[in-house]
């Protein structure tokens, strides 16, 4: 008995001594000390492992030490981003509304505006701090507003250069084009080649641990398709630089090339695409589809052109479907099929291609070549061309702000 209440009242000690234990980690955890000091302004080793755990869960990594390490560096770099920015809205006088966050937020993590407070209650169940989410959301707002008072109304985009880039598109029709996404990590230094490599090799650690490579290119990427997740987009062959493009021949859709060394750094790229250029998005085409999951019945099938202008009706055959698809734009149709379309003559049947199991050919009826140009192509170039002038500028501001910043590292 006397044994029993001992123990009890022993549990209840060390029940009290791990509560007070947990509090003072805690404590110690927030104030431990400072990393360092951006313009007066501290970075708390508090700040920065609440931004590894963001960090590493957006990355759908495991919380620990190898994971943290792999990470820290970077991190540290856009916890100091950061502080610079929010130092330079500040001067500025730059605003925002509560409605306005909610907005940005919502369009940052994909979720309607109406769910926030659903929002909210998520990101506390999964461990993490609200209040560290929303202020980096904060500063990121702000610096959107003043990037946009700042530069927007600097950046041009002349019409006569957006007409060269169309025509210069068109006189490049059945060339090949790449869909790559990049992760670009630059030299600190002039000749810094061996720090690059090594954050290169954390990278592909972090790929090979399961981490997307979009998340990665957002967080880790020094180049000016991080906003983008590192999405090139379509790049035609000849404004490739020769050994990117020969890389890129060589690839795979999926497929992923590291140690790419350029003159400042190093890239990792992912191949997401090819296909062969069309020469206008107004071009359209009419064709015949003949699907089945019977390989011997596609390929031995060679229609006519007949068979365009026939009753489908009266062609029902349970081997094999056919789809009857008249004036679809070139730009409308798949990527799977676009290549074939373009390199099959009217009148002939392509080659068979194979989607989850069903094989198909495609009979070519018409093509129809349309030399204007539409209001949406004209509308893409030129969002691309400001949308590149644009980043550009932003960049280079927030590189020179880093450069002229009292940074100083605390016990490095």
């Known amino acids: 008995m006397i044994y029993n209440r001992f123990l009890k009242l022993h549990l209840q000690i060390i029940i009290i001594f791990l509560f007070f234990f947990r509090i003072e ?15 007066s302004e501290a970075i708390t080793t508090f700040d920065l492992s609440e931004r590894i755990k963001l960090v590493l869960k957006s990355l759908s990594l495991s919380d620990n030490i190898e994971n943290r390490d792999s990470v820290r560096e970077r991190v540290l770099d856009l916890l100091i981003l950061e502080k610079i920015k929010k130092k330079e809205v500040t001067d500025a006088n730059i605003e925002y509304t509560e409605d306005e966050l909610i907005s940005f937020t919502s369009s940052v993590y994909n979720f309607p505006k109406e769910e926030f407070d659903t929002f909210k209650e998520f990101v506390e169940e999964e461990g993490l701090e609200i209040d560290v989410i929303l202020e980096q959301l904060t500063t990121e707002l702000l610096w959107t507003k003043f990037s946009e008072q700042k530069f927007a109304s600097k950046v041009t985009v002349n019409q006569e250069e957006v007409d060269k880039i169309i025509q210069r598109n068109k006189n490049k029709a059945g060339k090949t084009e790449f869909n790559y996404s990049e992760i670009f990590i630059e030299n600190k230094d002039i000749e810094s080649w061996e720090d690059s490599q090594k954050r290169m090799q954390k990278i592909l650690l972090l790929l090979k641990n399961g981490s997307s490579f979009e998340e990665l290119a957002k967080r880790f990427s020094d180049g000016v398709t991080s906003d983008n997740a590192g ?5 035609i062959e000849d404004n490739l630089e020769k050994d990117i493009k020969q890389i890129l021949s060589q690839l795979k859709k999926g497929d992923i090339k590291s140690s790419i060394k350029t003159d400042n750094g190093f890239k990792i790229v992912r191949m997401n695409g090819k296909r062969k250029n069309s020469s206008g998005s ?28 026939s009753d489908l ?14 004036n679809i ?13 373009q390199e099959t003559e009217v009148g002939k049947m392509t080659k068979e291609i194979e989607i989850n199991g069903e094989i198909s050919k495609l009979l070519i009826c018409e093509k129809i070549t349309n030399d204007k140009v539409s209001p949406k192509e004209r509308q893409k170039v ?20 880093k450069k002229s910043a009292n940074i100083k590292y605390i016990n490095k």
């Open 231 to 235: 999405d090139v987009g379509w790049i």
């Open 25 to 39: 980690v805690k404590s110690n955890e927030e104030f431990e000390g400072i990393v360092v000091s951006v313009n």
């Open 329 to 341: 734009l070139s730009n409308e149709i798949s990527e799977d099929f676009l290549p074939l379309i």
């Open 382 to 401: 030129e969002g691309k061309l400001f949308s590149e002038r644009y980043n550009q500028l932003s960049k280079t501001y927030i590189s020179n702000l």
């Open 313 to 326: 009706k009266d062609n029902v055959d349970a081997q094999y479907t056919i789809t009857q698809i008249k």
């Open 282 to 309: 107004g071009n359209k085409v009419s064709f015949l589809k003949i699907s089945s999951f019977d390989k011997d019945s596609i390929t031995n099938l060679n229609l006519q052109i007949d068979a365009c202008d």
